[in-house]
Structures are given as C-alpha cells and as structure tokens.
C-alpha cells in the first residue's frame, strides 16, 4: 500500500468532495479495515494540521445531508476536538509523556528496549500484527481499527511500555496529533476511563480485517480471544488545569504587524485571523528539532514541510505580503530575529494546541517580551465553544456538541 495522504488544501478539499456522497453510508462502513479504505475519509492529516477546518468539514456536511444520516461521521470528526479540548484542560498529560518516552530508553533493560524495537520493525513473530508495523513505517497511515489492534498488541499482549508504542506513533504517522495519539494510547492501556482498557482478540480482527491474517498464521495463538487479558497499569493522580481564556478575536494593530503561522492551524485565511493586514508572515520550525528531539520519520518531516509551505503559500496571497519560512535550529529566536528585522509592534497567530508548538510559548513571549513585542494569540470561536464542553467524557462532550450542530443547521 502507498501513502495516499492528502496534505494540501486544495487535495483535501477535493478529496472530500469526492467523499461526501458516501456519508450517510460511513457509520455502518467504517470498522472494516479495507486494503484501499474506500470506506474512511484518510482526511485526518488535513485536519490534524488543519490545511481543512473541522468547521468547513461539519458545515459542508450538513448543507449537503440530514443530520441524522450522518450523525456517526459527525461525531468521528469531532472526536479529535473533543482530545483536544480534554488534553488542553490536562496538559500534565503530554508533559509527562514526553518525560516517559525519555526515561524508559535509559531505564528499560537492554533485552526489554531490544524487544520494543523488533515489535516496532514488525518483526515480533505476530505476523498480522508485524504487517501493520510494517504498513505504518512505510505509508504513514493505519486504520482506526489497527490502530487500537496494535496498540493493545503491544500493551496486553507483548506487556511493553504504552508510551513507548504511543512515540512509535507519534513518529511514524503523518496525522501525529498530541491529543488524538496519546489520549487514545491511555484509553487502550485503561488509564483514560478508570477500568476500561482495550483487549485485541483474533475473532475481532477476523470479522473486520480478514486480510491480515491470510497467508501467514504465525502467532496467532497469542491473539486468541481467551490468551488475552489486560494489563492494568498505576499512575499518579493527573491534576486539571483550570479552562483558560483565550481571546477569540483581535484589532487590527496600528503600525508594523507579523502573522506567525504554525502547523496546529493552517488556514488562517479563513476565520477570526482572516480580516488582518500584516506586514509580514512567518512560519517558523526546526528540521533539527523534529528529527533529533522528536525522531521523526523521514515522511513525517516531509510531510510538515509540504503543509507548512501550503499554508504559507495561500496565507501570503490572502494577506497580500510577503511570507518566510524560519528553519533554524532555535525557532524561538529565529522568531524574535525577524520580528526584529521587520520592525514589528506585534506579533499574532494562532493559540497552540498541547504539543511541540505550544511548549514553545513561554520563552517566545519571554523573547518577544524583552523586545518589547507583545505576542497575540488567538483561539477560533468554535474551538472556544467545543473546548468548553470537554470536560468529561466524549457523550457529554458530544450531547452538548449535537445540540449545538443541531441549532447550526436549523
Ligand atoms: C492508538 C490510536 C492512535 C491514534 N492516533 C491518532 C493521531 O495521532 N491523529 C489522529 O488524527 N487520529 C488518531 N487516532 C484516531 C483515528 O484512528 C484516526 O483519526 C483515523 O483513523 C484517521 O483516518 P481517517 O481520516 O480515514 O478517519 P475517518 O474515519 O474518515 O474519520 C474522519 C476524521 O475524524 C477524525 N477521527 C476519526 N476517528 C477518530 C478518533 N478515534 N479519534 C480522534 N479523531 C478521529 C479524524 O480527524 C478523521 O480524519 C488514533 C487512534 C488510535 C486508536
């Protein structure tokens, strides 16, 4: 199978288009794992980089269908805001994760971290299991369904660290999302819902991915529905962060302006962003970082780099300025240098989601601070709204959200 990914605006757009006529059949459709998944969007890269708006996607949906035909599709593609919002009000989460993922390569045993590594190169004796692996690391994309498989393979089953097959993830497919991977991740392991945990068994995978398992029978026995049981892990206690304001609009600044754009929204031509007139827009990342720091695949890398120069192509027609990638080993300062070299009063963007573009807040404004730049961020309304309703589990989230989508369509 090969990448079939859409990255672009303008593939995403027409992708889905394409799409559209099969909603109202997708709730039924997509569990089975299909060889071409004619069945499922494959949107989820646009999304997570949002080169496509979850806002246009729900709009467009519900202009062309009834509500009730395509309800399941609806929730799927609020699902990711729903851990969005969740992990926003938990971002201790992410935190210690990424901490985790550092520590368990100096304390797991060498035998211990040698296994983790066959597993991960699809070389753990499982065959289906290793075809999986094997499909990820080459084409940056696994079903919804395979994606649950393998991770409670590599939890209950192989009894190996979930945040180190989350980083594995996290590496390798091109719809990374800090939220979606690890909050999914900890709902396999049985850390999101107390007592609840995700257990892989063959008749499952039988009735909806047969492919998999033809051919090649190895290790099936380990995945048989009565060899496996979960494995319940312990951890401290996760403290909740208070909802945070974040605004949901701005003026436009008297005087020199900077958009800085990043890979957490990348349509800012559209929006409460949309009206600016900047002087100057900038995208800012590190190669370096993403590959030393993070372990990115290749694809991963090329990936972002093909969004990022998508966004900032259509944000310097929209704005009518020029626009800048800063690729540099410190994007902080490589944000500040150009704030200093465009002789901008401020700088705007969007507000970050948990994840690598968020952790570099503090220091920014820090750096923009000393320059006396304020820095501006700036959440969409309906990401405010969705976040609000996210502070238990997804069917509240998504009673709450249905109303809403309900009154949206009236
Ligand atoms: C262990 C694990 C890790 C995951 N990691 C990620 C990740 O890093 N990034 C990511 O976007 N999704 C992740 N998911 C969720 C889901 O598997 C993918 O969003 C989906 O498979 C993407 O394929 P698609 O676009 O064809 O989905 P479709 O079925 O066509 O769904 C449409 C859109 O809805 C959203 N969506 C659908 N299902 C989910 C879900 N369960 N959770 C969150 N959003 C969903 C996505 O934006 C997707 O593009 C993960 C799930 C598991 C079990």
């Known amino acids: 199978m090969t990448s079939r990914e859409t ?43 949002r080169t496509l708006l979850e806002d246009e996607v729900i709009e467009t949906t519900l202009e062309h269908h009834a509500f009730e035909s395509v309800e399941k599709w609806l929730q799927e593609v609020c699902w990711r805001r729903y851990w969005t919002g969740w992990l926003a009000q938990h971002p201790e989460i992410w935190t210690r994760w990424r901490r985790n993922v550092r520590t368990l390569h100096e304390e797991l045993s060498a035998e211990r971290l040698a296994r983790a590594e066959a597993v991960m190169a699809g070389k753990s004796g499982v065959a289906c299991m290793d075809a999986m692996a094997r499909e990820l ?56 819902t107390a007592g609840k945990a995700y257990v892989v068994r063959l008749s499952n995978i039988k009735k909806y991915a047969p492919h998999y398992l033809t051919g090649n029978p190895a290790g099936h026995e380990r995945l048989a529905d009565d060899a496996v049981s979960a494995v319940f892990i312990r951890e401290d206690a996760v403290i909740k962060t208070p909802h945070q304001t974040v605004p949901i609009s701005v003026t436009q600044p008297v005087g020199r ?50 969004v990022l120069g998508d966004g900032l192509a259509r944000a310097s027609v929209h704005f009518e300025c020029p626009s800048l990638t800063l690729n540099g080993d410190d994007p902080v300062a490589a944000v500040c240098a150009w704030a200093v070299e465009q002789q901008l009063v401020q700088v705007i963007g969007f507000a970050p989601m948990v994840g690598p573009v968020q952790d570099m807040i503090p220091r920014l404004k820090e750096g923009l601070g000393k320059l006396g730049i304020p820095l501006t961020l700036v959440r969409r309304p309906s990401d405010a709204t969705a976040f609000s309703f996210a502070s238990a589990g997804f069917f509240p989230f998504w009673q709450q959200m249905r109303r809403h989508l309900t009154v949206l369509q009236a």
Not at 23 to 44: E, M, W
Not at 265 to 293: F, H, N
């Open 7 to 49: 990255l672009t605006r303008q593939e995403a757009l027409q992708h889905f288009h394409e799409f559209l006529p099969a909603l109202p059949s997708y709730g039924a459709a997509r569990n089975q794992v299909q060889p071409a998944y004619g069945n499922v969007s494959r949107l989820s890269a646009s999304i997570r980089f």
């Open 137 to 192: 690391i080459a084409t940056g994309y696994l079903h919804n369904h395979a994606r649950m498989w393998w991770a409670s393979f590599w939890i209950h089953v192989e009894r190996l660290p979930w945040a180190l097959g989350a980083d594995f993830f996290f590496r390798h497919l091109l719809d990374a999302d800090p939220a979606s991977n690890t909050l999914s991740w900890r709902w396999v392991a049985g850390l999101q």
């Open 257 to 306: 302006f900077g958009f800085w754009l990043h890979p957490d929204d990348l349509t800012p031509e559209i929006g409460p962003l949309a009206e600016l007139r900047p002087t100057s827009i900038a995208a800012c990342w590190s190669e370096r970082v993403y590959r030393e720091k993070y372990r990115l695949s290749e694809q991963r890398i090329i990936a972002l780099r093909t």
